[in-house]
């Protein structure tokens, strides 16, 4: 069974920093692109970035609002996802979910983990 | 890039069909055929039900179907069932590469 789960969250001060884990099983993570999406209290789904396979070069993308703060890393000899925020701003408060990007779209979801930026 | 549009609200009643829609633009609905569907219980992580538009992952029920026409997407629900009451998210692939969502449809089962 694919297994995503999500670890990290907490209460952090503006300008902080909060690194977020992802502990993967149930498929060769080393394969796998994989993705992190947010939700803010009452609110919708937001991509925030991916990183992809090794293999399709280990490459990342991120989501406008999150770009230069955030950075996505991955260890494979772990089966882990990371996500480092820092500059952390009252509306990056959401729970943060990790997902697969194995087909074209975000299959497989974590239960996510929140995170509240407040002083 | 902005989010795609859906409403805010559909409901039917047990037994019926209901279509929600989802509009882009010619840089990601448009553009691909990346358009995938989420289904959101209060208090629960999202679920994928539709994928590259129409195709279903194992397991999601056959009342569930996608369609796309243009810089819109569509997720229909027939036979509609009390647990079907829940929120939906439209998503498409984007040409930055990167995802993005539709704001999400609040489905009531009357």
């Known amino acids: 069974e694919v297994q995503l789960v999500e670890s990290g969250g907490g209460l952090v001060k503006p300008g902080g920093s909060l690194r977020l884990s992802c502990a993967a099983s149930?498929?060769?993570?080393?394969?796998?692109?994989m993705s992190w999406v947010r939700q803010a209290p009452g609110k919708g789904l937001e991509w925030v970035g991916r990183?992809?396979?090794?293999?399709?070069?280990?490459?990342?993308d991120y989501a406008a609002p999150v770009k230069g703060r955030f950075t996505i890393s991955r260890d494979d000899s772990k089966n882990t996802l990371h996500l480092q925020m820092n500059s952390l701003k009252t509306e990056d408060t959401a729970v943060y979910y990790c997902?697969?990007?194995?087909?074209?779209?975000?299959?497989?979801w974590g239960q996510g983990t929140t995170v509240t930026v407040s002083s | 890039q902005s989010a795609l549009t859906q409403p805010a609200s559909v409901s039917g009643s047990p037994g019926q069909s209901i279509t929600i829609s989802c509009t882009g633009t010619?840089?990601?609905?448009?553009?691909?055929?990346?358009v995938s569907w989420y289904q959101q219980h209060p208090g629960k992580a999202p679920k994928l039900m539709i994928y590259?538009?129409?195709n279903r992952p194992s397991g999601v029920s056959n009342r569930f179907s996608g369609s796309k026409s243009g810089n819109t997407a569509s997720l229909t629900i027939s036979g509609l069932q009390a647990e079907d009451e829940a929120d939906y998210y439209c998503?498409?692939?984007?040409?930055?590469?990167?995802?993005?969502f539709g704001g999400g449809t609040k489905l009531t089962v009357l």
């Open positions: 997902t697969t990007e194995i087909v074209a779209a975000l299959d497989v």
């Open positions: 149930g498929f060769t993570f080393s394969n796998a692109w």
């Open positions: 990183i992809k396979s090794k293999t399709d070069g280990g490459t990342t």
């Open positions: 010619s840089s990601d609905i448009g553009g691909y055929n990346y």
């Open positions: 590259e538009v129409s």
């Open positions: 998503s498409s692939y984007t040409s930055s590469s990167t995802w993005v």
